[in-house]
């Protein structure tokens, strides 16, 4: 069986392919043979449990995946890597591997058919690049899947597993509190790859709730204003919500304060149930897909409305 931690394999493969590595991409593959083993026990997989891989390269954390789960499905992007894969896993018969961009496979309908009767897991090494909207992309599509656990860069780590509230905040981590539950499970140094990379990665989980730890009512609204929240970090959220989503600082004022917030507080100083009470209140005066509708009752001394032109 090859050791697909060496680099003496890893040069050996590739070389035979003809393959050299994308920066596109953000190809990094581990040499560390440490890391996917950890990432493998860790991810919550046993012998019922399918598993949705996001980027194989050259199968090191595709082969720990198929020894513990029933399935492994693989999306890899790189048409290149496919011939090495089939020489790779050619022992891994419980595992699939798909050409593709995983921003526009239909994730419900592999699941569908591809791990019926299991439960699912997501477990990958993302390249930095696509980091956060993958996550994104794996949260808000609500799939039938139970956590997501991923190798992404340290900062973007601390920043999804940070909370609501803190320094290190962002429209992402908003979206993890509101889905998920984060947790740290180790750090893998840049040394671990082939090439290095100049930053160094963690392991994340995330546990997806079975509902949301606050009521909002209007998901699609409440990341909006989320997102337009953190627009602009320098600026209170006073000015970047109104700015970004084009509604009155009036409007946006009245809001915050009918919460208990500050007209002075950022985004990084909200916690979850804050965007949500905010959210619910804008949603109140009128707010709708970027402004505040013409018919709100929120008017100016003239009688005009406080909204805008949508963007």
Request: hydrophobic share 40%; charged share 25%.
């Amino acid at each position: 069986m090859q050791n697909l931690s060496d680099i003496s394999v890893i040069k050996s493969v590739l070389n035979r392919h003809g393959f050299t590595f994308s920066k596109a991409l953000g190809q990094n593959f581990l040499i560390n043979p440490s890391v996917c083993p950890r990432m493998a026990e860790n991810c919550g997989i046993d012998e019922n449990t399918g598993v949705i891989e996001i980027g194989a390269g050259i199968g090191v954390l595709t082969k720990e995946l198929s020894a513990r789960a029933k399935k492994v499905v693989s999306v890899e992007l790189d048409t290149r890597l496919i011939p090495v894969l089939s020489e790779t896993l050619s022992g891994c018969l419980n595992t699939e591997v798909i050409n593709a961009d995983i921003m526009k496979v239909d994730l419900h309908e592999l699941i569908a058919e591809k791990f019926p009767g299991m439960r699912v897991v997501v477990c990958a090494n993302l390249p930095y690049y696509i980091t956060t909207p993958v996550i994104t992309l794996l949260l808000e599509s609500k799939l039938p899947i139970e956590s997501i656990t991923v190798m992404i860069q340290k900062e973007v780590a601390d920043r999804l597993c940070s909370g609501c509230g803190s320094r290190d905040a962002g429209a992402v981590t908003a979206c993890v509190d509101y889905f998920a539950r984060a947790k740290k499970l180790f750090d893998v140094s840049k040394g671990s790859f082939l090439p290095a990379p100049k930053v160094d990665s963690c392991v994340i989980r995330l546990d997806l709730r079975k509902e949301p730890p606050v009521v909002v009512e209007d998901e699609k609204k409440f990341f909006r204003i989320v997102k337009a929240a953190f627009a602009q970090r320098r600026k209170t959220v006073l000015n970047s919500v109104s700015s970004s989503l084009k509604i009155s600082k009036e409007t946006v004022s009245a809001a915050l304060e009918s919460v208990g917030l500050a007209k002075t507080v950022r985004a990084e100083q909200m916690s979850l149930e804050n965007f949500a009470a905010l959210c619910n209140r804008l949603e109140a005066a009128g707010f709708a897909d970027g402004t505040i509708n013409q018919t709100a009752p929120n008017r100016t001394k003239g009688g005009a409305s406080n909204g805008i032109n949508k963007q």
